[in-house]
């Protein structure tokens, strides 16, 4: 088994350059959109850490504004049911 890769340092790499960052806050920016709406929180947080740890504009300002925007759009069609 010398070809198997321990998780936690692949996680660690991923986390170096923002990927982790990257694809866990747009995954979950979809899910917030499609299925579950507190996920666009997830995205938030996943989208400032990209900002503030990377140095990633574009793609942190895209995932959080998607992730945010699915929740808070969850949030008033819940308001203006009830």
């Keep these: 088994m010398t070809g198997t890769r321990n998780p936690r340092r692949t996680l660690r790499e991923w986390n170096e ?10 995954i979950s920016a ?12 997830l995205a938030v947080v996943c989208g400032v850490k990209l900002y503030s740890e990377h140095a990633r504009t574009t793609s942190a300002a895209l995932i959080a504004g998607l992730g945010g925007t699915g929740f808070v759009s969850w949030i008033v069609i819940l308001v203006l049911i009830l």
């Design 17 to 26: 350059n923002g990927r982790l960052y990257r694809w866990g806050g747009a």
């Design 30 to 41: 979809v899910i917030s959109w499609l299925l579950v709406p507190p996920f666009g929180l």
